[in-house]
């Protein structure tokens, strides 16, 4: 279990923390970041990046490509009618959907919402979620964690990790609720983590163990994993909301105050009101993916010098 992957010999200097979000989360992560690099501010090249189930994917394929180029391949994502079975555009779980794929989210939000109100806190929440995972799994064919590992394969420009910088991808194991970070040093291949971390509903298998989506740690960011680090960006789809109780210390904004606490100088970017919309029960809707990645390009350029003075002074 990571707990703080920065308390290891080596300082970090600076982390990015890419959240979960969904199709459309991913495709505005890349646009964030690719509109920071058009002003001459590279954050892909973090001493630590954090990615959690669509930021998972996010942080493995800037390993291989660059941020323009991941910015011109969510423009030029198709307009998509999903049936049943249909994969999304990003890290995010293949569901059956209706054509905007917002029913299938709501009805996820809406079994979320009774989970944490039947749990007694985040450890027991993780538990429930997992047997449930369990479940159905139980009810389903065993096809899925080899469809779900081919599909993120062809997400991802590489399948090694890389060897330059550090990448911590989170997830859930579905048999005891602990939290998992998989890293190079795991000897895991790139493919199996980031599937893992975004495998939403249904756990993903490697080898003997099952895992859940790690938006199931503890939040969209698991933003509390850069403690230590002494400059943190954290983006976040979902704007920092969370379903979970306040006292759960679950929120971004409770993790972030923990992190300055401790020391780390934080700067946070979330999406502006005009594209809220894109995400939510939206969030799976790859149709959507070239709005939400340009919407996070304007961000990226308008929030630049906010950035630029945590990063690189």
């Not at 991913?26 to 509109?35: D, E, H, M, P, Y």
């Not at 806190?121 to 469809?147: N, P, Q, V």
């Not at 590992?149 to 399948?159: H, K, N, Q, W, Y």
Request: hydrophobic share 40%.
């Amino acid at each position: 279990m990571h707990t703080s992957h920065t308390s290891s010999q080596r300082r970090i200097d600076r982390a990015l923390v890419l959240g979960g979000g969904g199709s459309t989360g991913n495709a505005w992560l890349i646009g964030v970041i690719a509109g920071l690099a058009s002003t001459g501010l590279d954050v892909a090249s973090a001493d630590l990046t954090i990615g959690t189930s669509a930021g998972a994917t996010a942080a493995a394929q800037l390993t291989g490509d660059s941020p323009a180029a991941l910015f011109e391949a969510a423009l030029a994502a198709p307009p998509m009618r999903l049936g049943p079975g249909s994969s999304q555009s990003d890290g995010s779980r293949p569901v059956a959907s209706q054509s905007d794929g917002s029913r299938p989210v709501t009805s996820h939000l809406e079994a979320l919402t009774r989970t944490i109100a039947a749990s007694a806190d985040l450890a027991d929440f993780r538990r429930r979620i997992g047997t449930h995972a369990l479940e159905r799994e139980a009810d389903s064919d065993d096809s899925w964690s080899s469809g779900w590992r081919d599909t993120v394969a062809a997400r991802l420009p590489r399948a090694h990790w890389p060897r330059d910088r550090e990448i911590l991808l989170t997830t859930v194991d579905a048999r005891t609720g602990v939290p998992r970070g998989f890293s190079r040093g795991d000897r895991l291949d790139l493919i199996d983590a980031v599937a893992a971390s975004c495998a939403s509903g249904l756990p993903y298998r490697i080898g003997d163990h099952a895992y859940l989506d790690g938006g199931f740690r503890a939040n969209a960011e698991n933003a509390d994993l850069a403690a230590g680090a002494e400059r943190v960006l954290v983006l976040s789809p979902f704007g920092g909301r969370s379903l979970h109780p306040e006292d759960w210390g679950t929120h971004l904004a409770a993790q972030v105050d923990a992190l300055r606490a401790g020391g780390s100088r934080v700067e946070v970017i979330v999406p502006d009101a005009e594209s809220e919309h894109l995400f939510g029960s939206s969030a799976m809707n790859p149709s959507l993916r070239p709005d939400a990645a340009r919407a996070g390009f304007e961000t990226g350029r308008e929030q630049a010098p906010r950035i630029q003075a945590l990063w690189n002074e």
